[in-house]
């Protein structure tokens, strides 16, 4: 993916991120992520219905890779079986750590393939999916 494709993804997202705001419905399990070293911090929300994500939503004040990141996994993750997002959190995070993944499962998100280039800027990137994982677990109780 061009340097410059990837600025404007990243950018459309930060100025423009898909579903935010959060929305008051006992249906959505929830988490909240901060990062303690900066101003990040991001809430988010995932309704699953037979074990398909058929929503999600996030607020919060953070930073632009944070922000997009967000959004990018949130538009990437709805529509997905709860496994199939499993899957997709599994390789994005290999991907950041360096560790061998696979990069066709994960769409736009692919955009953080060289983030571990800027090592303050991964934790930024990761946050939210942090918070999927919480969800995640919540669901799997």
């Known amino acids: 993916m061009q340097e410059e494709m990837k600025r404007e ?12 705001g959060l929305i008051e419905d ?8 901060n990062n303690e070293s900066c101003i ?10 037979d074990d398909k994500i058929v929503d999600a939503r996030f607020d919060g004040e953070a930073c632009a890779i944070c922000t997009s990141s967000t959004s990018i996994m949130v538009e990437t993750l709805i529509g997905k079986t709860v496994e199939e997002a499993i899957q ?3 390789n994005f995070n290999a991907m950041l750590n360096e560790e061998p993944y696979d990069k066709e499962t994960l769409e736009q998100a692919f955009v953080y393939h060289d983030i571990y280039k800027q090592p303050n800027r991964k934790k930024c990137a990761l946050l939210p999916w942090w918070g999927f994982e919480k969800i ?3 669901y799997k109780k």
């Open 40 to 49: 990040d911090e991001i809430h988010l929300m995932v309704k699953i219905t």
């Open 26 to 33: 006992s249906d959505y399990l929830k988490a909240d992520t």
């Open 88 to 90: 997709i959190y599994k």
């Open 136 to 138: 995640i677990n919540q």
């Open 9 to 20: 993804i990243i950018l459309d997202h930060y100025q423009n991120p898909r579903n935010r």
